[in-house]
Nanobody
Framework: QVQLVESGGGLVQAGGSLSLSCSAS????????MGWYRQVPGKQRELVAF???????NIAWSVKGRFTISRDNAKNTVFLQMNSLKPEDTSVYYC??????????????WGQGTQVTVSS
């Protein structure tokens, strides 16, 4: 069993900053990549940022230049620093891990989601 535990998020005014973190634990053989998605009601979940185990990053155009993703491989933790937040960044943010478990099965794991609200 693998668990992703998220922290951070909350309410901030437009132009402000927030940071998210997510730690993976459990029967993990290898984490191939970790990242963040977000979803608002009635819309599909969308990629925000993702970072592979060798440091390659995929950042959504809508947040490029404002959000930074990083990870601590030794602690199986991914961070998302969100600056210059806009009301349209309001969403539930979900941590994602592309991982291989101790049975050598590769799959996606998801966190429970954390709310980010940006007021105008």
């Amino acid at each position: 069993q693998v668990q992703l535990v998220e922290s951070g998020g909350g309410l901030v005014q437009a132009g402000g900053s927030l940071s998210l973190s997510c730690s993976a634990s459990g029967s993990i053989f290898r984490i191939n990549g970790m990242g963040w998605y977000r979803q608002v009601p009635g819309k599909q979940r969308e990629l925000v940022a993702f970072i592979t185990s060798d440091g390659r990053r995929n950042i959504a155009w809508s947040v490029k230049g404002r959000f930074t993703i990083s990870r601590d491989n030794a602690k199986n933790t991914v961070f998302l620093q969100m600056n210059s937040l806009k009301p349209e960044d309001t969403s539930v943010y979900y941590c994602n891990a592309d991982l291989t478990n101790s049975d050598y099965r590769r799959y996606d794991a998801w966190g429970q989601g954390t709310q980010v609200t940006v007021s105008s």
